[in-house]
């Protein structure tokens, strides 16, 4: 079983950032890989962006180049920090973690962009 706390969500104005944190605990060696979701009302949930035990990432086409994942897998905690955000970004956004035999979510941060 693996455990997920997610914390940082918030209201912040367009352009504005924010930094999203996943505490990971349980049985985490068995983590492949991490990676964060986002749900807007009336949407599905979507991909936003990903990163294995290695270190490598993936984005979602629309945060290429303003949201940056990264892990610190001796704190067992992924981040995301989020610059010049924008209204369009306002979601639920979760952490997710994938075994090689279980998904696991945490249970979500709003993230609010407005003036």
């Known amino acids: 079983q693996v455990q997920l706390v997610e914390s940082g969500g918030g209201l912040v104005q367009p352009g504005g950032s924010l930094r999203l944190s996943c505490a990971a605990s349980?049985?985490?060696?068995?983590?492949?890989?991490m990676a964060w979701y986002r749900q807007a009302p009336g949407s599905q949930r979507e991909l936003v962006a990903s990163i294995t035990r290695g270190g490598s990432t993936n984005y979602e086409d629309s945060v290429k180049g303003r949201f940056t994942v990264s892990r610190d897998n001796a704190e067992n905690t992924m981040y995301l920090q989020m610059n010049n955000l924008k209204p369009e970004d306002t979601a639920v956004y979760y952490c997710?973690?994938?075994?090689?035999?279980?998904?696991?979510w945490g249970q979500g941060t709003q993230v609010t962009v407005s003036s």
């Open positions: 349980g049985s985490i060696l068995s983590i492949r890989f």
């Open positions: 997710n973690a994938d075994t090689w035999t279980n998904r696991y």
